[in-house]
């Protein structure tokens, strides 16, 4: 039988409507000649009456489109379990993929608030041999860059801080940030109120001047409207406000927002801005239209050429990046929001190919309703079009859904991490393109090829009508292949949450070089009252005692800077009796604590002794290592009496070295160990310092008498990040173990929808089967030889999918790398253990429809083959 074409029908309408056209002009008393004429006339030129025809059309099928989606809800409403655990499975993939991709876009691509921002460079030296090790550039380099280089419309300098501010309210810290003249010229905002900072204002010399954050100006002002003019004591020193930037505004290019923006030369310590040794500082600039990032990296390398050879002390093997603005503000968490982004389509990819089965498996109990509509006329373009409808219908229903889990997720994202730039997800115009997007494709994914093979049966309308297993050898293999496909995902996904639960574990379990239990930390600022080093020793040297004497508290101490928290100095380091190139040893972080520091923390002193009341630097400056500088530098001696200097070599005096303390980690648990020393707070001490307070019960019970009692010693004391040890490490491990637990949702997710996928498959093939089974029975087979056949046939499915996943995990390894600590991305023992729960969970998932077939009468059986 001649297939009918498109055109054919359109000859047909063409003719009909001719043909109805002569009736009505001859019912009009034309002549029948005439109206046939005047029919050939217009069936020979076609586009006369084309538009009606298009119209009649169009309208038949909207009709259609409406008669399918009435169709579609009758069927569903029929079938309301189906309909119920296809919504469901549907909503959780969209859901997990709509707010990943609302935080992925707020964080990773969404347009950032400055006049063209793909031309916003951070240009800087880096590692030549790691260019993930950034160092920033100095003041006098700086310089020569924005004098010479022709790539850049304006450059900048930046300077982050955190200082107090005593205007508003009780004292608190803000970060503040010192910037040069340009630097709103380079980002090409201005302000709501005022005006931002000028040349003028960058001069030695100058008056202090200020803008504010609004956030700043709303919280601690009160959006005063008279703030322009007003003094702010902040950092010490006064200045007065000149302006304060609209709503919306935090360029402070990281995760914490800047409050208030001072010029840079006023501000910043003359020692820091002569010095081309001191890499403090980041450059912001914005390119011209005509280049490229390329050409203005190649501009500034030209230019270090001799900057390099005059000044040997910064040729320290570096190189020149300039990345954009968005890498640099998203850097950290690019790798971490991809991957999990890309696990998140996994769930969805598995979620489309389970309702795949699931449909198909539907489908399969409707092939006789299908033969009978082919029969009676159906084409299969039609067929089609009813299925895709009814899924179209799932997809619309699943994507409602999983907008509203979507939007609780991101408003529940709060309380696993408090990074601003993930917590402004919202259901933006881009996330709902996004849902529609994922609909259809849902829709096309789980809907299309159970369609069109169903509608190639049915057409096949007598082989269908008169057998049960028309197409279903094609429609098992369809079916089977789907749940390889999902058992396969579903590896990758447990594989990629074992990894992240170890990384976990192992960072958990980094010595941290100290106890950390039942310890009080805090930061502590005196008021600008404590204008001398000696006032501000005299209260710290009685802190101790002061908190020692509080019930249940065992030890008190004071530092520049305590474990894991930052902060710290970093210096060069130069060792007596080794001539070495700026730089070539190596840095060192540098802390300035009071004695008895070591025993309160709970640091082992492997070595000489500990700092005393007579280390105040008039005996001689004295300091105490690490473990890790002393087996580095004296692998087989005794450092104890040796030499060093931190900084440059010509300026700073040489420190003996009087003991050597066990390593700590210093901002973080999965931090490289690096080299520390230790010299004494007596030398020297400033308005802040950190303190440590340990105590015999729980540290939570104790914190408000520890507040209380620095309240009596100074009532205008700054008292911030007052909590314990342990909430610190939680704070420092939350950004992995919320990788871990969004990628172990992902991995339940998968693991429960391929298991659904397998029972259906399973069942399916027990529902087709079961006369088989009993005619096996009673022949004598046992029901375990049946039970053991079918648990096979879902064992092989299960390793055939672990074997693909097995393959896809391997060449999907390099994605996690960055993710991990301490594991490999192919951990045989993790492989093998995510396998083994894969296929347990599928053992019993495929038991139900075992022990069903087991459980088939014979007799019935074979009244039923007869």
């Known amino acids: 039988m001649r297939r009918q074409r498109p055109e054919d029908d359109l000859e047909r309408e063409l003719r009909t409507h001719v043909e109805l056209e002569a009736e009505e002009q001859a019912g009009a008393g034309v002549s029948p000649a005439e109206a046939c004429r005047r029919a050939r006339v217009a069936l020979g030129n076609p586009s006369v009456i084309a538009e009606d025809v298009r119209s009649v059309w169009h309208c038949r099928r909207l009709e259609e489109i409406g008669q399918d989606v009435r169709f579609g809800l009758r069927q569903l409403r029929r079938k309301p379990g189906f309909a119920l655990i296809a919504m469901l499975t549907l909503a959780l993939g969209i859901g997990a993929n709509t707010a990943m991709f609302s935080v992925a876009e707020a964080a ?92 003028q204002d960058d001069q030695v010399g100058a008056p202090l001047a200020m803008v504010l954050s609004h956030d700043l100006w709303t919280s601690r002002f009160h959006r005063d409207p008279a703030i322009l003019g007003r003094t702010v004591n902040f950092a010490g020193l006064t200045f007065t406000v000149v302006g304060v930037m609209p709503a919306g505004f935090n360029a402070g290019f990281n995760s914490e927002p800047v409050a208030c923006w001072v010029p840079f030369v006023p501000v910043v310590p003359a020692s820091y801005t002569q010095r081309r040794n001191l890499w403090a500082f980041s450059a912001i600039g914005r390119l011209r239209a005509d280049r490229t990032a390329a050409q203005a990296r190649a501009e500034l390398e030209q230019i270090m050429v001799p900057i390099r050879k005059e000044f040997p002390d910064t040729n320290r093997g570096f190189a020149i990046a300039v990345p954009s603005l968005r890498e640099t503000l998203t850097g950290d968490i690019r790798s971490a929001l991809l991957v999990l982004l890309a696990a998140a389509g996994l769930v969805l990819l598995i979620a489309c190919a389970n309702l795949a089965v699931l449909s198909s498996v539907r489908v399969a109990g409707r092939a006789r309703e299908l033969a009978v509509r082919a029969a009676l006329g159906a084409g299969r373009r039609r067929l089609v079009a009813q299925l895709l409808t009814e899924s179209a219908l799932l997809s619309a229903a699943g994507g409602l859904a999983g907008i509203g889990l979507a939007y609780g997720a991101t408003r529940s994202l709060s309380a696993f991490s408090q990074d601003p730039r993930l917590l402004q997800a919202t259901l933006n115009v881009p996330v709902l393109v996004f849902v529609l997007c994922a609909a259809i494709a849902s829709t096309l994914i789980s809907g299309v090829v159970p369609a069109l093979q169903s509608g190639v049966e049915a057409q096949k309308s007598q082989e269908t009508l008169t057998s049960r297993s028309g197409g279903q050898l094609r429609r098992t293999r369809l079916q089977q292949a789907l749940v390889v496909t999902e058992i396969a995902l579903c590896l990758v996904l447990l594989m990629g949450a074992g990894l992240l639960l170890q990384t976990l574990r192992n960072v958990l379990h980094v010595d941290a070089g100290f106890r950390t239990d039942h310890l009080i930390v805090m930061q502590l600022g005196l008021p600008a009252s404590y204008s001398t080093g000696a006032q501000s020793l005299q209260f710290y040297r009685a802190l101790p005692g002061r908190l020692s004497g509080l019930p249940g508290v065992t030890a008190a101490t004071v530092t520049s800077s305590l474990p894991l928290t930052g902060g710290e100095g970093n210096g060069d380091i130069s060792i007596e009796g080794r001539p070495s190139a700026p730089g070539q040893l190596g840095g060192a972080s540098f802390h300035h604590p009071l004695p008895g520091f ?263 059986a074979l009244r039923g083959e007869s």
């Open 108 to 199: 990773l691509w969404r347009t950032l608030p400055y006049p063209h921002p793909e031309q916003l460079v951070e240009p800087t030296e880096v590692d030549a041999k790691n260019p993930a090790a950034v160092w920033g550039t100095t003041y006098p380099t700086f310089r020569d860059w924005q004098a010479r280089a022709a790539s850049f419309e304006h450059l900048a300098l930046m300077f982050r801080f955190r200082k107090t501010l005593r205007e508003g309210g009780e004292p608190v810290r803000l970060n503040g940030m010192a910037v040069t003249y340009d630097y709103f010229a380079v980002l090409k905002v201005q302000p709501e109120k005022g005006r931002v900072l000028t040349a």
């Open 598 to 860: 070591f025993q309160a923390m709970g640091i082992p002193i492997l070595s000489g002794r500990d700092f005393d009341g007579r280390d105040d630097g008039t005996r001689g400056r004295v300091v105490i290592i690490n473990e890790h500088m002393a087996r580095t530098f004296w692998p087989a001696a005794d450092p104890i009496g040796k030499r060093i200097k931190l900084g440059p070599p010509q300026n700073n005096p040489w420190l003996t070295v009087v003991g050597v303390v066990k390593n700590v980690h210093r901002r973080n648990l999965d931090d490289e160990m690096g080299f520390t020393v230790y010299t004494p707070l007596l030398e020297g001490a400033d308005n802040n310092a950190d303190v440590a307070v340990r105590v015999a019960g729980d540290p939570a019970a104790i914190i408000r008498e520890v507040r209380t009692e620095l309240r009596r010693l100074e009532p205008a004391l700054l008292i911030s990040h007052l909590d314990t040890m342990d909430q610190r490490i939680e704070d420092s491990v939350s950004p992995r173990r919320l990788n871990l637990i969004l990628f172990g949702l992902f991995a339940g997710l998968a693991l429960a929808l391929a298991c659904i996928g397998l029972y259906g498959v399973i069942a399916y093939a027990v529902g087709q089967r079961a006369q088989e089974f009993g005619v096996r029975m009673a022949l004598g087979a046992r029901r375990g030889q049946v039970l053991r056949q079918v648990l096979g046939q879902g064992l092989r499915l299960v390793a055939g999918g672990t074997g693909l996943g097995v393959a896809l995990s391997v060449a999907l390894a390099g994605a996690m790398r960055k993710l991990l600590f301490g594991v490999s991305p192919l951990d045989p023992g993790i492989l093998v253990a995510a396998a083994v729960l894969l296929a347990a969970i599928a053992l019993a998932a495929c038991w139900i429809p075992a022990r069903r077939a087991t459980r088939v009468e014979p007799a019935l």
